[in-house]
């Protein structure tokens, strides 16, 4: 493994585009690396007008006055060749949204850098945290591995292990693993340009996977285990949603959730409980008690709000008929 001169700033091409990549952009600048360019995605529609919008990791480059490059394909021969004419020493991939061929992968002395959200080989794929916490793990993490032309089969390089709290919600573990990414980043640049990190393959037999988020996975089957169905309404929360129905239409459900006793021998997806700020709904073993509701066409509302705009009667049951 080649060691740079420690004397010197690394000479880094950032690559990333969601919010989850911006903490570890702004560590890199706050750390006085030299940032050559960040690559993010283009500009694509976003919003209800559906107007072309920049992504976060665009955003704070930026306003940080780095160089944005923004192609279409990174596999591309011409950026390929762009790319190596900065001369970096490291590319630092983060969320970045494409897949590297070995053009791009050799383009630096040091390789390229892929901060996961997961601790692999499980959670291989686009949405580990979303799979994490869907799946009840009480435990996730951060792993820095040297990129190959795989999904997330590189060589690991560092992990560092986060704990998933019983309330963790897919969005607040996001912003826990962003927020821890920064320094786990850093940590993992020094010890690479000082020699000081080992790479082990992973174990292709252990690896699990965390493939995109669609509807099939968001509709709650109110027959499953109340834990099963709270675990995936915060899973899915705050985007896409875990779904249900209500006479006809989509109804989404969100946190806070918790378990609660159920009424024998209701039927799931029935409501048992509908009080003030209360609206619990039966599972296979027990009940779900729902904090928080979005009907198809409004605004997510505490289930409070809800109830007052749209009561709704114990027994009346959710889900598809």
């Known amino acids: 493994m080649k060691v740079l001169n420690k004397h010197r700033s690394l000479r880094v091409v950032f690559m990333g585009t969601p919010d989850f990549a911006v903490p570890s952009l702004e560590g890199l600048a706050k750390a006085e690396y030299e940032v050559l360019a960040v690559v993010t995605q283009p500009d694509r529609p976003r919003g209800r007008g559906r107007k072309p919008g920049q992504s976060p990791v665009k955003s704070a480059a930026l306003s940080l006055g780095l160089d944005v490059l923004q192609p279409e394909r990174v596999s591309d021969s011409a950026f390929c060749a ?31 850098v892929n901060i996961h959200a997961s601790l692999l080989p499980r959670y291989r794929g686009a949405a580990p945290i979303n799979w994490a916490v ?29 704990e998933i709290d019983s309330t963790d919600t897919a969005g607040t573990l996001h912003d826990k693993l962003a927020s821890k990414s920064s320094g786990f980043l850093m940590k993992t640049l020094e010890g690479l340009a000082g020699g000081r990190l080992h790479e082990r393959p992973q174990d292709d037999s252990l690896a699990t996977y965390a493939p995109k988020i669609d509807k099939s996975v ?12 709270g675990s995936l309404i915060r899973g899915l929360d705050p985007i896409p949603g875990a779904v249900t129905k209500l006479d006809g239409r989509d109804l989404k459900i969100f946190s806070p959730v918790s378990c609660v006793e159920g009424v024998p021998g209701a039927v799931p997806g029935a409501i048992t409980f509908c009080g003030p700020g209360v609206l619990e709904v039966a599972a296979r073993d027990g009940a779900v008690r729902i904090g928080g509701i979005q009907l198809a066409g409004r605004k997510r509302l505490p289930v409070g709000e809800f109830l007052c705009g749209m009561p709704l009667s114990e027994g009346l049951v959710l889900g598809e008929r």
Not at 90 to 99: D, E, T
Request: no cysteine.
């Open 218 to 229: 968001q509709r709650i089957s109110w027959s499953e285990p109340a834990e099963k169905i």
């Open 82 to 112: 762009q790319v190596v004419d900065l001369s970096p020493d490291v590319l630092v991939v983060v969320a970045f949204g494409q897949l590297l061929k070995k053009p791009l992968l050799r383009a630096a002395p040091l390789g390229a």
């Open 134 to 162: 869907i799946n009840g793990e009480t435990t996730t993490g951060l792993t820095a591995m040297r990129l190959d032309e795989g999904m997330d089969t590189g060589p690991v390089l560092l992990q560092e292990e986060v």
